[in-house]
């Protein structure tokens, strides 16, 4: 075999970040209460449609069921019957639901568009939840529960979410599968009648579209969509309370999952552009120190990942990792390592700028197809913000300096704030855990 030489290349250095050009959009709130965004990306003949609802928090295993079962059918056509409406259209529709919202998500041609937003609106006004329906549905959904509480992740982000909220309603947020199990058709229906209502809620449509004649489609289907309801009222989040790490037991388990919640800031805080560029310093994207770290010059895990999770009642930052049992302290010590360095010295310039240009490039590429912008444009909504922010972001995100993202590091990373929760085998571990920190056991 005969060694080949090749001269060394130089990359090219990145060309200058395009300036954030935002779409054509009109705007327009309907006299029942719901806000309508239209926004022309012509991309391909497509329209994408998210409708946000504020929800609250009902009785979860209710709200989880009703967004199962919401296109189960209504007064004057069945499951089946809606699938072939808007399968006509090139369409379709599906339900989900947070902390904070019910969604109904969608996309079809934009020649279809009117017929989709009938669909839509015979759904938001007389869903019928059939017994049958809801029976299958209600199955499925304990069976996809009592999947995720064997998983390991899932046990590590429950038992996170109830050391970080306590009381708050964001504690829990999946039921018991003997909760999903009582609840009936009749119930859904009340549920429905209470929260399923255009005081508040917005509706996005994205696609090749004319801004200001979606606008009138969307009001000549959902102008009639009426009541009052019941409106969702969240108590803020409270603030973290670091402590004790917490360790959950998991006999025999071979890797531990470390979870970390640290304080943050919402989208339109000061404080937010230079949070997000000091968070992907730690451990935001691939290139971050705490990957360099416990990955790449360590291999105690695959994929470590942190990021500032937004809701209405607040905001926090989780970091995670799975690690081999036999280095879970390694693991932590590394990782409150990295929290330390960044919350006491200032990055490197060059750190920062690639991070900087990492931030700038996804927001563009958040925005570049009708699905992610159409995503983006519902988030924002949903937390009163506009599309226009997006450009507001951008530009502090570039004048963010070393000294601001490193004042950012010392607010919000310090490792002394976070709260910290570690999922594994206690007998094997806690004597790891013991001579780093004081430890609290707990079972799932």
Known sequence: MTAVATADRTLPPLRPNRRLKLPTQAERTLPNGLTVIAVRRPAVPLVEVRLWMPFGRPHLARAALLSQTMLSGTDTMSSVQIAAELQKVGGGFSAGHDPDRLMVSGAGLVTGLDRMLEILAAVLTSASYPSAEVATERDRLIDRVQVAQSQPAHLARTALLKRIYGRHPYAVQTPEPEQIRAVRPAALRR???????????????????????VLDSAERALGDWQGAGHRAELPPAPPLEPGPLLLVDRPDAVQSSLRIALPAVGRTHPDHAALQLANLIFGGYFSSRWTEN?????????????????????????????VATEVTGPALLETTYELGRLASVPPKPDELEQARQYALGTLQLGMSTQA??????????????????????????????????????????????????????AARIRSQLDVLTPVQTATP
């Open 372 to 425: 992610g912008l159409a995503s983006l444009t519902s988030a924002y909504a949903g937390n009163g913000l506009r599309l226009d922010f997006l450009a507001e972001h951008a530009a502090r995100l570039a004048k963010a300096t070393v000294d601001d993202v490193a004042e950012a590091g010392a607010r919000y990373l310090a490792p002394a704030r976070g709260v910290v929760v570690v999922l594994g085998d």
């Open 294 to 322: 416990i990955r790449e010059d360590k291999g105690y895990t695959y994929g470590p990942y942190s990021m500032v999770e937004h809701s209405v009642a607040g905001s926090v930052l989780v970091a995670a990792a799975d």
């Open 191 to 213: 549920l429905h009648a209470e929260r399923v209502h255009p005081a508040e809620a917005v509706l996005v449509l994205v696609g090749d579209v004319q801004p200001e004649r």
